[in-house]
T-cell receptor, first 117, second 111 residues
Framework: AQKITQTQPGMFVQEKEAVTLDCTYD???????LFWYKQPSSGEMIFLIY??????QNATEGRYSLNFQKARKSANLVISASQLGDSAMYFC??????????????FGQGTELSVKP | ETGVTQTPRHLVMGMTNKKSLKCEQH?????MYWYKQSAKKPLELMFV???????ENNSVPSRFSPECPNSSHLFLHLHTLQPEDSALYLC??????????FGPGTRLTVT
C-alpha cells in the first residue's frame, strides 16, 4: 500500500501568490515524522520543513508552513508569496516509528511546481 | 567544504565496468544513506548506515555494494550493472532521527 500520496503531478502559481501542495499519508504508528523537500533541476534535495506527529502546532519555516491535519492524515505544504526560484519538484516524506539507528524515509511521487512571472 | 558532497556528479559506465560513487558529509552526523531516484518514481532507500554499521538493506541487488569506513564517508561500489540501474543516486546524512540532508547526487548512465 502506498504510504505517501501526492495527487498533484504538476502545479502552476503566479509569482507572489500562495500555493498549497497536497500530501496524504498512511501509517498505523503513533510516532512518526513528516518532511517536505525541494528538488531543483540541479538534483539536490533541500530540506524545507518538519512536523512531528506529537507536535500540536503547525510547523513554519519562513515562507513555508505545514498544514498538519492528523485526523485526515494530511500534511500539506503552503508556500506564501511564491518566487520564481520556488519552481522545482517538491517531495513529501514520512519517517515511521522511532528507529534507534537512523530514520527510514518514505517519499511520495512529488509535485512539480512552476511559478509564473 | 560544507554539507554533503558527492563525486562524481555524472558517470557513464558500461555493463562490465566497475566504478565507485563517493559521498562525504561535513556535518558531524552519525547516519548516512544511499537513495536511488529513477525517472517517474519516488525516491527509493537503498542502504542506511549508523555509526559505520549497516542497519538497512532495502533488498538491493548485490551488484551494488556499500562501504562506510567512518561516519563521514560512504561509498557505493558498482559492478556489472544493468541499463535499468541508470538513475540519480543521492546520498544523505542525518543526526539520529532528525531531518536528512542530501548531497547533489550522481547521475549514472549505464550503457
Amino acid at each position: 500500500a502506498q504510504k505517501i500520496t501526492q495527487t498533484q503531478p504538476g502545479m502552476f502559481v503566479q509569482e507572489k501568490e500562495a500555493v498549497t501542495l497536497d500530501c496524504t499519508y498512511d501509517t498505523s504508528d503513533q510516532s512518526y515524522g513528516l518532511f517536505w523537500y525541494k528538488q531543483p533541476s540541479s538534483g539536490e534535495m533541500i530540506f524545507l520543513i518538519y512536523q512531528g506527529s506529537y507536535d500540536e502546532q503547525n510547523a513554519t519555516e519562513g515562507r513555508y508552513s505545514l498544514n498538519f491535519q492528523k485526523a485526515r492524515k494530511s500534511a500539506n505544504l503552503v508556500i506564501s508569496a511564491s518566487q520564481l526560484g520556488d519552481s522545482a519538484m517538491y517531495f513529501c516524506a514520512m519517517r515511521e516509528g522511532l528507529y534507534n539507528q537512523g530514520g527510514k524515509l518514505i517519499f511520495g511521487q512529488g509535485t512539480e511546481l512552476s511559478v509564473k512571472p | 567544504e560544507t554539507g554533503v558532497t558527492q563525486t562524481p556528479r555524472h558517470l557513464v559506465m558500461g555493463m562490465t565496468n566497475k566504478k565507485s560513487l563517493k559521498c562525504e558529509q561535513h556535518l558531524g552526523h552519525n547516519a548516512m544513506y544511499w537513495y536511488k531516484q529513477s525517472a517517474k518514481k519516488p525516491l527509493e532507500l537503498m542502504f542506511v548506515y549508523n555509526f559505520k554499521e549497516q542497519t538497512e538493506n532495502n533488498s538491493v541487488p548485490s551488484r551494488f555494494s556499500p562501504e562506510c569506513p567512518n561516519s563521514s564517508h560512504l561509498f557505493l561500489h558498482l559492478h556489472t550493472l544493468q541499463p535499468e540501474d541508470s538513475a540519480l543516486y543521492l546520498c544523505a546524512s542525518s543526526q539520529d532521527l532528525n531531518e536528512q540532508y542530501f548531497g547533489p547526487g550522481t547521475r549514472l548512465t549505464v550503457t
